[in-house]
């Protein structure tokens, strides 16, 4: 990777607006967070003037919110989506995108880009073929955006103080499930170790982002493992979700998001099944495979869709019917 381009542009900017993908998340966040604390305090560092300014093009989710310094400018409330209005973006001598380069990605946004390329710096671990940005900083080798900062300060000699560091040990982190992964490389752990000793603290950091659910998530998630029904040798487990069990344990809709993997925990488990009763009597049904079945075709025979091993569909039944033919269908296939 050649930083020079990107050091370049960023240490000659005064007005340098950051911005990532549309459903931003920990290591957009955290890098966004990071290259803002970094750019701050290298400006410092030289004495010249400057304005950072960070753009979610969707809501920030609560449990990264204490990266953020200040109110960052969001789509939910104060700008106008679509499209964002350029005369607020013209005041920026520099935007950097982080975490991707695909215009797909940067709805409302990519059209602006793309005609004010030359003031567009694309930092990025993904390949795509519809790339924005004049100056590109891209290598698809980095597990994390978050490496690729932390190896951007390094050459350009910025001081990386605690807050820069707990938020790229987000961004490294969150991008590599807690350094489980495949992406996982020895570098990877290195720079984790160089974040701990600039002032990341890991436990505080599990702590803040995979442990802050209120209890009515886990009391519902307590009643969905009682509904676990196994199937196929074992092979198969299947659970469900009411809206009476909503109601019972005061969860929201928004609590069951990956429950579905819990029984993914069990040795013989090869596919699971979450049925969610709908209000209007219809069943979501989510499914997770580990490889050898294809959930993605299941899926799609209730009209629904995905991966190999993430899928979903809305089947127009009530949950018990939605139950037993998913379970025929699938006990077809395994
Ligand atoms: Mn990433």
Redesign the pocket.
């Known amino acids: 990777m050649n930083f020079n381009q990107a050091i370049e542009a960023i240490e000659s900017a005064q007005q340098i607006l950051l911005t990532t993908h549309v459903r931003p ?1 920990g ?2 966040i955290g ?1 966004m967070a990071a290259l803002q604390r970094l750019i701050e305090q290298a400006a410092q560092k030289s004495g010249r003037p400057y304005r950072t300014q960070l753009l979610f093009l969707s809501r920030v989710p609560a449990h990264y919110r204490f990266l953020l310094a200040e109110e960052p400018w969001e789509v939910s409330n104060q700008i106008d989506p679509q499209p964002i209005a350029a005369a607020d973006l013209n005041s920026f001598d520099l935007i950097i995108v982080v ?1 991707t380069n695909a215009v797909r990605q940067l709805p409302g946004l990519s059209d602006y880009l793309i005609n004010h390329s030359e003031r567009v710096l694309a930092i ?3 390949l795509a073929t519809d790339g924005i940005g004049a100056i590109r900083l891209i290598d698809p080798h980095m597990a ?3 490496e690729i900062i932390f190896k951007l300060a390094l050459a350009a000699d910025w001081p990386l103080d605690e807050t820069a560091a707990t938020a790229l040990f987000v ?1 490294l982190s969150t ?1 590599t499930g807690w350094f489980r992964f495949e992406n996982v490389s020895a570098q990877t752990y290195e720079i984790a170790g160089a974040l701990v000793a600039a002032g990341a603290q890991p436990h505080l950091i599990f702590r803040k982002i995979f442990q802050q659910f209120p209890p009515a998530r886990v009391k519902l998630l307590a009643l969905t493992l009682q509904t676990l029904q196994m199937y196929c040798d074992d092979r198969l487990a299947v659970m469900h979700i009411t809206r009476e069990m909503l109601i019972q344990s005061g969860a929201r809709r928004s609590h069951i998001e990956n429950m579905v993997n819990e029984p993914q925990q069990i040795a013989t488990v090869l596919v699971t099944v979450l049925l969610v009763e709908q209000d209007d009597n219809t069943t979501r049904v989510s499914f997770r495979s580990s490889g050898e079945v294809d959930v993605n075709k299941v899926a799609r025979q209730f009209n629904g869709g995905g991966h190999a091993s993430a899928a979903g569909a809305t089947v127009n039944l009530p949950l018990d019917d939605a139950r037993s033919r998913i379970i025929n269908a699938l006990t077809a296939v395994m």
Do not use: E, I, P, T
């Open positions: 998340d290591d957009a890098s975490d990025d671990h993904h994390a955006l978050g961004a991008d």
